[in-house]
């Protein structure tokens, strides 16, 4: 089964349509990116799928998303996000909350641990996984605004880990980062895929053809080509594609 299942989705802010016709299929446990050009809708179409596009008071969606073979437009908005974490371009940890306190807030407002001991491990175990670990262990009760953004980052993915997502939502995780952070973040997408879905928005075709296992080229609110990444990449069907890729529209 498909982690997501994208159908005939449409979506406009008031007169303005933005996704016009979307069909996706994500399989389970791969990267799946979305690449395009600014203002293709590649936001908006990622907000969908935790349906935090919704915050917009102006906002009409037509279409279905099934999240595992449920429409998550039937989901409880709780579960939902639950299932579906998301980590965003500019790294948002709690500014004054501790590293530890970022991590286990939402663990807690969520009733999946209270007890010290299972909150420290929870801690260990998102910090772990976020590949942050080694660098904070000895100072988890610093204030998170204290970090580097690239320690910033991984934190936002320790927080959302620690929720014990199936999926994970990236919208260009690394545009705010200089280049060392931002392979870290690439090595680590490359680790978590194991292990969970991860639909990741860039802007960057090299940061496509880097770290995904298959790519939706979207433009202007069409998916205009989707597939393997190596395929795509190297036998562009349409040549928009083509022209995004060899870095000539963007
Ligand atoms: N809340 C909003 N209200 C009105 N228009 C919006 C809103 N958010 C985004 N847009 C518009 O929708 C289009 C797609 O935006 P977005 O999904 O952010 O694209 P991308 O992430 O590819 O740059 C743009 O024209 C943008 O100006
Ligand atoms: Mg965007």
Known sequence: MSAITIEKLFLRYGEQEVLRGIDL?????VCFAIMGPSGCGKSSLLKVLNRLVEMNHNVKISGDVKLFGNSIFKMDLTKLRRQVGMVFQIPNPFPHMSIYDNITYAVKCNGIAKKKEELDKIVEWALKKAALFDEVKDRLKMRANQLSGGQMQRLCIARALALKPRVMLMDEPTANLDPISADKIEDLITELKNEYTIVMVTHSPG???RVSDFVAFLYMGRVIEVGKTEEVFENPKNEL????VTGRIG
């Not at 299929?25 to 446990?29: F, G, K, T, Y």
């Not at 594609?241 to 995004?244: D, I, L, Q, V």
């Open 241 to 244: 594609t083509e022209r995004y």
């Open 207 to 209: 940061q496509a053809a």
């Open 25 to 29: 299929e994500i399989p389970e446990n």
